[in-house]
């Protein structure tokens, strides 16, 4: 009976713990893919403003949301109308351990590609590559290996699947998956709004002190 007792106490806390793994709500399809790399691409035209002006503006958002600014910019050829930026940010993702919910950090860098013509810019966001803030493995055994290249992640993830067919540890690894994917579409999109944002402002601005 004691036996029988423990048995069922241990079902019922591995079903729990296996509940308590849960989907997030995201489309890996919303996920721009150009020639099997993943590419977030934006074009805003400005008109009445020079090619000089908009890299000058792309120089100064640069500066604002880096650190260094000297230290990230690869490329910043004026006749070309190019600079290209080699950034990288921290992240986490949720890992369910037993239940607990634990963050695990992780970096993540990209690559920003800036071309500038009379009245328009463009900006290219790709590159991503991920990597490990420090190694785990020994206290998490479970925790699944980051792939660096952002697009096999993104292949490995089945389009459609059976959420409740998936035992446990495929449930964790589909997750984690998805939450990385998520966290590039929101970091690629927000940055894309801040260089808008930022181009429009500043450069308006700009032009009512120059006038003044």
Known sequence: MKSLFSLLILVLVSFNLNAQITDIEFNKLKIPVIDAVITYTA???IPNYTKEQLQSGLREWIAKNFVSANNVIQMDDKEAGKIIVKGKNKEFYNFNHLGKIVP?????SFIIDMTVKESRYRVKIYGFQLESAFNRAQLYTTLPVLQPELEKIYWNIPSTYDFTKLNRREKQ????KRQVLKTVDDFALNMILSVKNFMRNNLSNTKK???F
Do not use: F, K, S
């Not at 695990?104 to 993540?108: A, F, G, K, R």
């Open 104 to 108: 695990i950090n992780y970096y993540q």
């Open 43 to 45: 074009i805003d035209t």
């Open 209 to 211: 002190e120059d006038d």
């Open 173 to 176: 690894d589909l997750v984690i």
